[in-house]
């Protein structure tokens, strides 16, 4: 299995590992995966995270697959999070690790608990990066960032939604946000093709 939890654990930590937690669930089409205080781990299928907005409308956020982890933040401390689910959109089959047993593999492999650490942190510094997303004050300044934000390791975003779904992550209106894909494109700070952005 190969995922930023396990990253520099032996073979064997990681067979002892396995055998102290359950074996990994089946679960059908549409069904839930996500289960409050665990940390789940997808061995095979493929699920959609998807978030609840006010008006009771669900919006896909993201598509996860195999060896990626999901749950993270609701391990520890007081969480009681509603808004979003993770749906299978295929037969997977999930691991999932409990807040005891995790302490469990933190004790006897710190290895693991730094790498939960490292994960968390970045996510912290993703999440800043949001903030300043929604605190910039023009619709360039909000649609850059948030571009930033987004970006793969080839300066790459691809928007798997419709621009009214991101004007509307952005809080400002359609024609500001093409204002301002324009204004950036003049600019010579991003380059668009569709649904696909590339930041100079």
Known sequence: ?????????SEEK?????????????????GELYRCGSIGIIISGCAKIVRKSGNGKSVTMRTIGENEIFGVASVFGEWNE????????????????????????????PTVAFNYIYFLTDRIRFLNKKIDTFTAESSEEKLYEYL???????????IDFGMA???????IGRSSLYRGIE???KGNLIKRDRNLFIIR
Not at 1 to 9: C, E, P, S, V, W
Not at 16 to 25: A, E, T
Not at 148 to 158: T, Y
Request: charged share 30%.
């Open 1 to 9: 299995m190969k995922n930023f939890l396990f990253d520099g654990i």
């Open 14 to 30: 990681y067979s002892d590992i396995l055998k102290g937690v359950q074996n990994p669930f089946k679960i059908d089409s549409l």
């Open 82 to 109: 509603d808004f979003s689910s993770i749906i299978a959109k295929t037969p997977c089959k999930v691991l999932y690790i409990t807040e005891e047993q995790l302490k469990n593999i933190f004790t006897k492999n």
């Open 148 to 158: 930033i934000s987004q970006a793969d390791g080839e300066n790459r975003v691809k």
């Open 165 to 171: 779904e991101l004007a509307r992550r952005l809080k």
């Open 183 to 185: 204004n950036l494109e």
